[in-house]
């Protein structure tokens, strides 16, 4: 196999976890050649290592990743203990007792070149409907526990949604690791006690082991969690951080047994310093407390979680502790950080998979040669900037519209939002409109979903469906709704897919 002097002939990655083995699978496909990998990929952890493992939910994008690595989607459900995810069931947000959901999915086709969205804002303006939840197909599949793919034809009310996963993220782990290693991928055990750093260019070497031995590189990827050990600790990267907008900053997960069959969603439930998770696997139940450390005590807190949880934990609490931010700098000399190591934004809309998934992609794509062209690094530091603030926003979006009462809650509300989530709050309350910007993890409908879900309405429509009469535009509305209803009711249940079980 014929390659240049300068090409890229090993890759090192640091860390295991979900961030490390999502690299090594990816990488090794990518590289993957009759003969054996096109670039030799060495995966370096510890066992004496823990790492964090509580994400268990995803977004739609997961199922391409799962696709690319040559996956078949009943292995990867069989193998991760995997349920669907339609969306995300909002609860207390706005109040006790108060619920919405975010879909995967549209609020229905383009009509006379206007996102039916829009027909259903002048419907809401009107006081002809309650909300959009009727015109979702994703929110009417989950409240029914329904679940079956999306109609391959186009014309079916069925093929509007997607879907995502909640799996067992050591399981998703293992799975890769297997799937690299049958690719060439060499993994390495044991702890990093140092780095050589070439003393001209400030390029990492080598990796120093505890036994003494060296890991040489000329691509380094930085798998290694909070700690940062070579994009922080060693290149030093800067971290912006954003606590002042999305104050909480640690955690608590407990998972616990299963007491009904699996819902397709994940739950969020707003508590008085944070919000709690939900997620239903096959085999289990995975629960957290988010909260801000301000407003809440650790041992208050646990105590919190385990007076909700449905069944007695099957684990000892897993405690984070985090700062809400990014990198300055993802990828630094030839250094690249992934995962908890770039960034942490937290998990209420199932974000950090995706990161890392984005992360690779990106990474692919401008894949470089041993002089670490700038123009490259700048690029992929510029979108991982724009990707990491754009989902900042979205998350930031919950906590500023919320209604909730609290000493936390007022806090958020109180303080000013991003300039780019500003103008996003203004545009929407003047129209309906959300003016996507580059980057974005979230389209249209998924940002209506949340501000309509908080009681943010357009103040008036586009025109141009103000043209239809009213009551042709209910009319067709109604039917479509129907439409939709009758769908979803001839769907089997969820848990048959994915458990076995009958409701």
């Known amino acids: 196999m014929n390659q240049r002097a300068d090409e890229v002939r090993h890759v090192a990655i640091v860390g295991g976890g979900t961030a490390g083995w999502m690299a090594a699978a990816a990488l090794g496909r990518a590289f993957s050649r009759p003969g054996g990998l096109a670039v030799a990929i060495t995966l370096i952890e510890s066992e004496a290592i823990g790492t964090v493992g509580v994400g268990e939910a995803t977004i739609p994008p997961i199922r391409q990743f799962v696709k690319s690595l040559g996956l078949a989607e009943d292995d990867f459900i069989r193998s991760t203990a995997a349920t669907a995810k339609l969306g995300i069931a909002f609860k207390d947000w706005n109040g006790p007792g108060s619920d919405y959901f975010h879909g995967f999915g549209d609020y229905g086709p383009t009509v006379a070149g206007q996102a039916w969205r829009q027909y259903l804002f002048r419907l809401k303006a009107e006081g002809r409907i309650d909300g ?13 526990a329904k679940f079956a793919p999306p109609a391959e034809d186009p014309r079916s009310v069925l093929s509007h949604f997607s879907y995502a996963y909640q799996f067992d993220a050591g399981l998703f782990a293992r799975r890769l690791r297997t799937l690299a290693e049958g690719l060439g991928v060499m993994r390495r055990e044991g702890r990093i006690e140092g780095v050589d750093r070439d003393g001209e260019s400030g ?34 990267a800067g971290y912006e951080d954003w606590t002042r907008w999305l104050p909480c900053d640690r955690a608590v997960a407990l998972p616990c047994a299963a007491t009904c069959p699996p819902e397709p969603i994940t739950t969020a439930t707003a508590r008085d310093a944070g919000w709690q998770w939900r997620i239903p696997l096959q085999h289990r139940v995975g629960n957290g407390y988010v909260y801000s450390s301000h407003h809440v005590d650790d041992q208050v807190a646990l105590d919190d ?23 300055r700098e993802a990828w630094k000399g030839n250094v690249v950080a992934l995962g908890l190591a770039s960034g942490f934004v937290e998990p209420l809309e199932s974000t950090s998979i995706n990161l890392i998934q984005t992360g690779i992609g990106r990474l692919l794509e401008l ?6 062209d700038p123009a490259l690094i700048r690029e992929y530091n510029r979108r991982s900037a724009q990707e990491f603030e754009r989902i900042r926003d979205f998350i930031v979006l919950h906590y500023h519209l919320a209604r909730r009462e609290g000493a936390m809650w007022d806090q958020c509300r109180s303080t000013p939002p991003p300039d780019t989530l500003a103008a996003k709050i203004d545009l929407f309350r003047a129209r309906g409109e959300v003016g996507l910007l580059e980057d974005e993890s979230f389209r249209d409908d998924s940002w209506t979903a949340v501000f309509t879900g908080l009681g943010v309405w357009p103040r008036r429509v586009t025109p141009l469906v103000e043209i239809e ?29 994915f458990t076995g079980y009958s409701r």
Do not use: Y
């Not at 959009?132 to 029914?144: G, H, K, N, Q």
């Not at 502790?321 to 990014?326: A, E, H, N, Y």
């Not at 009469?469 to 897919?497: G, K, T, W």
């Open 132 to 144: 959009l939840d009727a015109w979702s197909v994703p929110t009417t599949m989950a409240r029914a």
């Open 203 to 236: 390029l990492v070497r080598a990796l120093k082991m505890q036994n003494g031995s060296e890991v040489a590189a000329d691509l380094f990827i930085d798998c290694s969690g909070f700690r940062g050990l070579l994009i922080e600790q060693t290149m030093r």
């Open 305 to 327: 979680l385990l007076g909700q949880i449905e069944a007695p934990p099957l684990a000892e609490p897993n405690r984070l502790r985090f700062v809400t931010g990014r990198r």
């Open 367 to 372: 894949f470089p040669d041993k002089t670490f």
């Open 469 to 497: 009469p009213l009551d042709a535009v209910e009319r067709q509305a109604r039917q479509f709704a129907q439409l939709i209803a009758r769908a979803v009711a001839a769907l089997p249940d969820h848990s048959i897919h």
